[in-house]
């Protein structure tokens, strides 16, 4: 386990700024205005990147490195090229922070667990003025975060698509629990 370098943590901060906005710095921000507060840091195991309190990140260190599975909320992983690939396992922690949001229909709520995209009829309500390629949370109408996505029209434009017409690229959804718990969870 290591704090994350300068060049990892544009990645990562890079990638969350695109769900979460400017309050990209309340993730890590103290949790109180005590002069012993703690806060939340970034680690890395491995190729993982956790979601971690400072105070047990640091009792963590006395954990061999061979040994330690797993420590946090897992965000998400760094590819072999470097890329930065979130996880479902974010989704508590974007969810709370999200800029931008798109609520789902009951009758599309289950073909985007299965994997699948949101097209325009699937769509109950979303952010005003989302733009194009913006990273959102898609919620249920009774506002339960299902997974996140990539736009793929600004929300003026969405209006204007046929009911078939895709709206969100899905990134991640709760049905990854389910589908990929194999890969999701395992130590690389």
Known sequence: MRPLTEQESKTLFTKLA????????????????????DRFVFRLVKDRVYYVRLSIA????????????????CVG?????????????ALEIISEHARWKVWVRPNGEMPFLYG????????????DDC???QGVVVYSMNDTPLGFGLTARSSA???????????VFRQADCGEYLRDEDNLFATS
């Open 58 to 73: 640091n009792l963590a260190t006395s954990i061999a490195r061979d040994k330690l599975l797993s420590l946090g909320t």
């Open 77 to 89: 992983k760094f590819t072999k090229t470097g890329k930065f690939r979130l996880h479902i396992t």
């Open 116 to 127: 699948g995209n949101i097209v325009k009829a699937h769509v109950g309500r979303w952010s």
């Open 131 to 133: 733009p194009e390629h």
């Open 157 to 167: 434009e969405a209006r204007r698509l046929d009911p078939t017409g895709v709206t």
């Open 18 to 37: 695109n769900y979460t906005g400017n309050s990209l710095k309340n993730l890590i921000a103290p949790l109180d205005d005590s002069p012993n507060a």
